[in-house]
């Protein structure tokens, strides 16, 4: 019916007469059901128009929409069916859906398998997504993110290599940019951790690890909501702060901390802050997190702004620039060199400063996956995992996509028919084509909403797993929407697209006739082709698993040189530090106690202190060209470790020159230096940091830092005033006695301080987390993709053998044992995946290298590692198949041949 | 009996087409409602009731004559059946046995 005759002769007149919304009007007349429009719309009106009496035009109109938006329900809007569009095509396309669903009733086995094989493979991937979505996501909440660039420092050597890198700097740099680059720089902000000072609020006392001295501009530059507070003022004066929401509750519960006074204590002295905001907790996808924002200027006080423009060493400091709109960074990059030489002047040997120091800058949402300098606020994320991430969840989505691929087609002589049928009444190609890639979109429909539920179910167990706290309810909806909405039709598409164009390629006469297909020979070896990929990537995953915890294994098993056994580590301060003979002897006298010391770094940590200096090399001095890291440590310290000495002493303490002028080398440095045997550096003279003496001894190199550096020239010396850390060495078996001794004796010797102590064996082990996290990872996936490929080769063998069922029934009569008809049919799989494993094997080979290469010290890839993956994959495929041929090979022929 | 039961909207309607009688029309009974209601109602969700009912046979219905407010177009009048009556004191004495088995003190409002 055309709209204009239903519309009335009145809708014209009612038009010049400020009648209701003629849109809405016309909407309704399209939507509404015939026999309902003439009254319906006729009490519309008739409501407008009192409306209008009543309210005015404006108010009639919003009341004429909402009723007619209310409209919108079963009983007022039109069937389709009186619609007057083809209803042929309707029927055509519910009857697709019929049969398809038909289809999928009948062979619920394979449906089963079919959409269990694609849900699992789409919720890996869609769970895979979600991660690297919040992943990339990091710190691009900042209103000014694109602009927003950290600067950190690196050391060159002499040769121009670098030493070391830190994503800090030093306390200067940051308002001298701001001044020599003013109107290049907009701003500068410096933040520094406040070193986990003990806070308090009358009897609650927490140690704050994530307190942040920060510029009172902080909050011009990064986008951090400041729920109470002004955030122009907020850290402009002197010992004030910003509590975070959370930590305001965990010390003033209900109460309004705004305006109250919080007091911390740290390095022996103890402030009151006025709380001067809150602020919301840190974002989640933020590279480093605050609990607690204090003002700058407090410390800037407390150390004099001048004292603190001169520390040059201190890199301590963040420093994050903010560049105006539109600014090339590349300009400000170019005169940084200039800048240094500027201040940092000339090096002892007369070259421009520039040429050992380096400052760089780095875009601040880059920083979370693509920053891995040698010191960062907190650990981050690695690009190259999230590629890691994305290749095996392409890999799983593949191995489900083979799956409907090779059991669509295998079932093909079931539809054959049906195509048959089709073509005879007249369905082009085209049309065939796109009912089985509708088919196969309903299939990946179905396993979508299987796949969302899969996601709700793993989400728990994966935010535990990546030390995420991903909630499905609070992710951006859109993004989810399109998530699943393109996972579930670029499945379809590409799964259904092959089965569509080899289904609808039938020859009616041919089909009808019931020949065998031709050219079926050629699809088995296309299906047995995917079956192979199928395996190979399953069998791929299975040995990176294998090799990944090979090395975790070597890294963790290795000899360090040293003993890591049972070494307790316990923090210090400057009143255990000046009482440390007392101390030591007080600890000395428990049975459970070997050893104690003190150093400024332990192993396992990072060797990031290091001086220049010279050495008496061939009878000169030289300047030493490399980074040497120093460790301060008292006499005990090598001896605590059971460190080899390859030449020369320990420390004496009977000899007070060994405190101001003795140096011990480990091998690293003496190679480096170019003595050629450790024998040879006893002796000579050594100045380093401005303090000048003797080599006394040569260590044999050591792993100090994890298995992920190499090993690094160290010296060490005695210290003076830098032993933060003190070690002390537990007699085995006395580790539990001993412990809650020394939580006694700490938390009298640390009044306030909770106890807090680590052992060098469990923070090696600690190191290895990345790795075993993703050991952990590819092994769940590998065992997912094997277990779809298991799916598929069953739906695919059963298959195969129902349709051998006569060929097994007749070797049977002709005489085939039930052992040879069960080798037969095993071998024809068996050989799938051993191609598989013949594929795998090198190919896994090369790219497992590649990711050893990034280990200074890797395990050698054992052979055994490629035969046991290989015969897991086969033993996981015969046990798949084994069943459903046995059946078929101890059926009775008789049963198979009588054909009535 | 599939459909017999009376929701408690479409009882509000039942009564309301009775109380306008003659008038018994789908603006008019929304008008109705909302003002001895004292709730807001779409005509749609109105319609959706009068149908129902009209399919249960507690109403039966009629065209009614054009006017000009209404561009022209006719109204459709309702009309409650016998059935619809029988179905109303049915619902109302059920109501009134429960209401007469609750003690009195049970309606004391308790602080």
Same mark, same amino acid.
């Given at each position: 019916?055309?709209?204009?005759?239903?519309?009335?002769?009145?809708?014209?007149?009612?038009?010049?007469?400020?009648?209701?919304?003629?849109?809405?009007?016309?909407?309704?007349?399209?939507?509404c059901?015939?026999?309902?429009?003439?009254?319906?719309?006729?009490?519309?009106?008739?409501s407008?128009?009192?409306?209008?009496?009543?309210?005015?035009?404006?108010?009639?109109?919003?009341?004429?929409?909402?009723e007619?938006?209310l409209?919108?329900?079963?009983?007022?809007?039109r069937?389709?069916?009186?619609?007057?569009?083809n209803?042929?095509?309707?029927?055509?396309?519910?009857?697709?859906?019929?049969?398809?669903?038909?289809?999928?009733?009948?062979?619920?086995?394979?449906?089963?398998?079919?959409?269990?094989g694609?849900?699992?493979?789409?919720?890996?991937?869609?769970?895979?997504?979600?991660?690297?979505h919040?992943e990339?996501?990091?710190?691009?909440?900042?209103?000014?993110?694109?602009?927003?660039?950290?600067?950190?420092?690196?050391?060159?050597?002499?040769?121009?290599?670098?030493?070391?890198?830190?994503?800090?700097?030093?306390?200067?740099?940051?308002?001298?940019?701001?001044?020599?680059?003013?109107?290049?720089?907009?701003?500068?902000?410096?933040?520094?951790?406040?070193?986990?000072?003990?806070?308090?609020?009358?009897?609650?006392?927490?140690?704050?690890?994530?307190?942040?001295?920060?510029?009172?501009?902080?909050?011009?530059?990064?986008?951090?909501?400041?729920?109470?507070?002004?955030r122009?003022?907020a850290l402009?004066?002197?010992?004030?702060?910003?509590?975070?929401?959370?930590?305001?509750?965990?010390?003033?519960?209900?109460?309004?901390?705004?305006?109250?006074?919080?007091?911390?204590?740290?390095?022996?002295?103890?402030?009151e802050?006025?709380?001067?905001?809150?602020?919301?907790?840190?974002?989640?996808?933020?590279?480093?997190?605050?609990?607690?924002?204090?003002?700058?200027?407090t410390?800037?006080?407390?150390?004099?702004?001048?004292?603190?423009?001169?520390?040059?060493?201190?890199?301590?400091?963040?420093?994050?620039?903010?560049?105006?709109?539109g600014?090339?960074?590349?300009?400000?990059?170019?005169?940084l060199?200039?800048?240094?030489?500027?201040h940092?002047?000339?090096?002892?040997?007369?070259?421009?400063a520039?040429?050992?120091?380096?400052?760089?800058?780095?875009?601040?949402?880059?920083?979370?996956?693509?920053?891995?300098?040698?010191?960062?606020?907190?650990?981050?994320?690695?690009?190259?995992?999230?590629?890691?991430?994305?290749?095996?969840?392409?890999?799983?989505?593949?191995?489900?996509?083979?799956?409907?691929?090779?059991?669509?087609t295998?079932?093909?002589?079931k539809?054959a028919?049906?195509?048959?049928?089709?073509?005879?009444?007249?369905?082009?190609?085209?049309?065939?084509?796109?009912?089985?890639?509708?088919?196969?979109?309903?299939?990946?429909?179905?396993?979508?909403?299987?796949?969302?539920?899969?996601?709700?179910?793993?989400?728990?167990?994966?935010?535990?797993?990546a030390?995420?706290?991903?909630?499905?309810?609070?992710?951006?909806?859109?993004?989810?929407a399109?998530?699943?909405?393109?996972?579930?039709?670029?499945?379809?598409?590409?799964?259904?697209?092959?089965?569509a164009?080899?289904?609808?390629?039938?020859?009616p006469?041919?089909?009808?006739?019931?020949?065998?297909?031709?050219?079926?020979?050629?699809?088995?070896?296309?299906?047995s082709?995917?079956?192979?990929?199928?395996?190979?990537i399953?069998?791929?995953?299975?040995?990176?698993?294998?090799?990944?915890?090979?090395?975790?294994?070597?890294?963790?098993?290795?000899?360090?040189?040293?003993d890591?056994?049972?070494?307790?580590?316990?923090?210090?301060?400057?009143?255990?530090?000046?009482?440390?003979?007392?101390?030591?002897?007080?600890?000395a006298k428990?049975?459970g106690i070997a050893?104690?010391t003190?150093?400024?770094?332990?192993?396992?940590?990072?060797?990031?202190?290091s001086?220049?200096?010279?050495?008496e090399?061939?009878?000169?001095?030289?300047?030493?060209?490399?980074?040497?890291?120093?460790?301060?440590?008292?006499?005990?310290?090598?001896?605590?470790?059971?460190?080899?000495?390859?030449?020369?002493?320990?420390?004496?303490?009977?000899?007070?020159?060994?405190?101001s002028?003795?140096?011990?080398?480990?091998?690293?440095?003496?190679?480096?230096?170019?003595?050629?045997?450790?024998?040879?550096a006893?002796?000579?003279?050594?100045?380093?940091?401005?303090?000048?003496g003797?080599?006394?001894?040569?260590?044999?190199?050591?792993?100090?830092?994890?298995?992920?550096?190499?090993?690094?020239?160290?010296?060490?010396?005695?210290?003076?005033?830098?032993g933060?850390?003190?070690?002390?060495?537990?007699?085995?078996?006395?580790?539990?006695?001993?412990?809650?001794?020394?939580?006694?004796?700490?938390?009298?010797?640390?009044?306030?301080y909770?106890?807090?102590?680590?052992?060098?064996?469990?923070?090696?082990?600690?190191?290895?987390?990345?790795?075993?996290?993703?050991?952990?990872l590819?092994?769940?996936?590998?065992?997912?993709?094997?277990?779809i490929?298991?799916?598929?080769?069953?739906?695919?063998?059963?298959?195969?053998?129902?349709?051998?069922?006569?060929?097994?029934?007749?070797?049977?009569?002709?005489?085939?044992?039930?052992?040879?008809?069960m080798?037969?049919?095993?071998?024809r799989?068996?050989?799938?995946?051993?191609?598989?494993?013949?594929l795998?094997?090198?190919?896994?080979?090369?790219?497992?290298?590649?990711?050893?290469?990034?280990?200074?010290?890797?395990?050698t890839m054992?052979?055994?590692?490629?035969?046991?993956?290989?015969?897991?994959?086969?033993?996981?495929?015969?046990?798949?198949?084994?069943?459903?041929?046995?059946?078929?090979?101890?059926?009775?022929?008789?049963?198979?041949?009588?054909?009535? | 009996?599939k459909?017999?039961?009376?929701?408690?909207?479409?009882?509000?309607?039942?009564?309301?087409?009775?109380?306008?009688?003659?008038?018994?029309?789908?603006?008019?009974?929304?008008? #109705?409602?909302?003002?001895?209601? &004292? $709730?807001?109602?779409?005509?749609g969700? +109105?319609?959706?009731a009068?149908? =129902?009912? /009209?399919?249960?046979?507690?109403?039966?219905?009629?065209?009614?004559?054009?006017?000009? #407010?209404?561009?022209?177009?006719r &109204? $459709?009048?309702?009309?409650?059946?016998? +059935?619809g009556?029988?179905?109303? =004191?049915? /619902?109302?004495?059920?109501?009134?046995?429960?209401?007469?088995?609750?003690?009195?003190w049970?309606?004391?409002?308790?602080?």
């Open positions: 019916m055309a709209e204009s005759t239903r519309l009335g002769p009145e809708y014209y007149y009612m038009k010049q007469r400020n009648g209701p919304p003629e849109l809405l009007t016309k909407y309704f007349a399209w939507f059901a015939d026999e309902y429009y003439e009254e319906l719309q006729g009490d519309l009106e008739e407008y128009y009192k409306n209008i009496k009543i309210y005015g035009t404006k108010k009639a109109c919003n009341l004429y929409r909402k007619v938006i409209m919108l329900r079963p009983s007022v809007i069937k389709v069916k009186n619609h007057t569009i209803s042929n095509n309707i029927d055509m396309i519910s009857n697709y859906f019929k049969i398809a669903i038909r289809t999928m009733l009948t062979q619920k086995m394979y449906s089963f398998i079919n959409i269990l694609l849900a699992i493979g789409m919720a890996a991937t869609i769970l895979i997504s979600i991660y690297i919040h990339l996501s990091y710190d691009r909440y900042h209103e000014k993110s694109d602009r927003i660039y950290r600067l950190s420092r690196e050391w060159l050597n002499e040769n121009g290599e670098s030493n070391l890198h830190l994503g800090h700097v030093a306390p200067p740099f940051g308002p001298l940019i701001a001044n020599d680059f003013e109107g290049e720089v907009e701003q500068v902000v410096r933040l520094l951790t406040g070193g986990g000072p003990l806070m308090q609020n009358g009897d609650k006392k927490f140690e704050e690890e994530r307190l942040f001295f920060a510029e009172g501009n902080v909050f011009e530059i990064f986008s951090w909501k400041l729920l109470k507070g002004d122009k003022t402009t004066e002197p010992n004030t702060i910003v509590l975070s929401e959370s930590s305001a509750r965990k010390y003033f519960e209900e109460e309004d901390p705004l305006g109250k006074m919080i007091t911390y204590n740290n390095f022996g002295m103890s402030q802050m006025k709380i001067t905001g809150i602020i919301e907790d840190t974002p989640q996808n933020s590279h480093f997190r605050y609990d607690m924002l204090a003002s700058f200027v410390v800037e006080n407390f150390m004099g702004r001048e004292v603190m423009m001169r520390r040059w060493g201190s890199n301590n400091y963040s420093t994050f620039l903010l560049f105006p709109e600014y090339n960074v590349t300009n400000f990059e170019t005169q060199p200039g800048f240094i030489d500027k940092l002047g000339e090096n002892s040997n007369g070259q421009p520039s040429t050992t120091n380096k400052l760089h800058l780095m875009p601040l949402a880059d920083i979370h996956l693509h920053s891995h300098l040698d010191s960062e606020i907190e650990a981050n994320g690695d690009i190259k995992y999230i590629y890691a991430y994305i290749i095996i969840a392409l890999f799983i989505l593949v191995i489900a996509c083979i799956n409907f691929m090779n059991l669509s295998a079932r093909s002589m539809r028919k049906e195509v048959g049928v089709r073509k005879v009444m007249g369905a082009n190609r085209s049309s065939l084509i796109w009912q089985f890639v509708a088919e196969s979109i309903l299939v990946a429909l179905i396993s979508s909403l299987l796949a969302i539920g899969l996601v709700i179910m793993v989400l728990p167990w994966f935010n535990n797993f030390d995420k706290e991903l909630v499905l309810q609070t992710m951006d909806l859109s993004f989810l399109m998530l699943v909405l393109a996972v579930t039709l670029i499945v379809g598409l590409i799964a259904g697209s092959y089965p164009f080899f289904l609808s390629a039938f020859q006469a041919k089909v009808l006739k019931g020949s065998k297909l031709t050219g079926a020979g050629k699809k088995v070896n296309l299906r082709a995917l079956v192979v990929f199928q395996f190979f399953s069998i791929c995953l299975i040995i990176g698993v294998g090799i990944i915890g090979d090395q975790i294994d070597y890294m963790k098993t290795k000899a360090l040189g040293f890591k056994e049972n070494m307790v580590v316990l923090p210090s301060n400057d009143e255990i530090y000046n009482n440390f003979q007392v101390v030591k002897d007080r600890l428990q049975p050893e104690v003190l150093t400024s770094r332990v192993p396992s940590g990072r060797l990031l202190d001086q220049g200096g010279t050495a090399v061939d009878g000169e001095m030289k300047q030493i060209g490399f980074r040497i890291a120093d460790v301060h440590v008292d006499h005990n310290y090598l001896n605590t470790l059971s460190v080899q000495f390859l030449a020369g002493r320990n420390f004496d303490p009977e000899l007070s020159s060994d405190s002028e003795a140096f011990i080398l480990n091998k690293a440095a003496v190679d480096g230096l170019g003595w050629r045997t450790p024998e040879e006893i002796g000579k003279k050594f100045n380093y940091g401005g303090r000048k003797y080599v006394i001894g040569v260590t044999d190199n050591f792993h100090f830092e994890s298995l992920h550096q190499n090993i690094a020239p160290i010296v060490f010396v005695v210290t003076q005033g830098r933060n850390n003190i070690i002390v060495k537990v007699k085995e078996g006395y580790e539990q006695q001993t412990l809650s001794y020394l939580e006694e004796e700490w938390t009298h010797l640390r009044p306030g909770l106890f807090d102590y680590y052992t060098i064996g469990e923070r090696f082990n600690e190191q290895y987390q990345a790795e075993e996290k993703l050991g952990e590819i092994t769940y996936f590998s065992g997912l993709a094997i277990f490929a298991m799916l598929g080769l069953y739906g695919l063998s059963s298959f195969t053998i129902e349709q051998s069922t006569k060929e097994i029934g007749i070797r049977k009569v002709l005489g085939a044992s039930v052992n040879s008809v080798y037969m049919f095993t071998k799989f068996a050989i799938l995946v051993i191609i598989g494993i013949a795998a094997a090198p190919v896994s080979y090369y790219g497992m290298q590649e990711w050893l290469e990034a280990f200074p010290y890797k395990t054992q052979p055994l590692t490629f035969i046991i993956g290989g015969l897991l994959a086969l033993v996981f495929a015969i046990m798949t198949v084994g069943a459903e041929i046995m059946k078929a090979a101890v059926s009775n022929p008789v049963d198979t041949l009588r054909s009535e | 009996m459909g017999t039961y009376l929701g408690e909207f479409q009882e509000v309607v039942l009564l309301s087409v009775l109380i306008l009688g003659e008038e018994a029309y789908g603006v008019r009974i929304q008008e #109705e409602i909302q003002h001895e209601m &004292k $709730r807001v109602i779409s005509r969700a +109105l319609h959706t009068l149908t =129902r009912l /009209v399919e249960k046979g507690f109403l039966t219905s009629k065209m009614g004559e054009a006017t000009r #407010e209404r561009g022209g177009r &109204k $459709r009048l309702y009309l409650v059946t016998n +059935l009556k029988d179905t109303l =004191r049915e /619902v109302r004495l059920l109501r009134q046995q429960l209401w007469q088995k609750v003690p009195g049970a309606l004391n409002i308790t602080i």
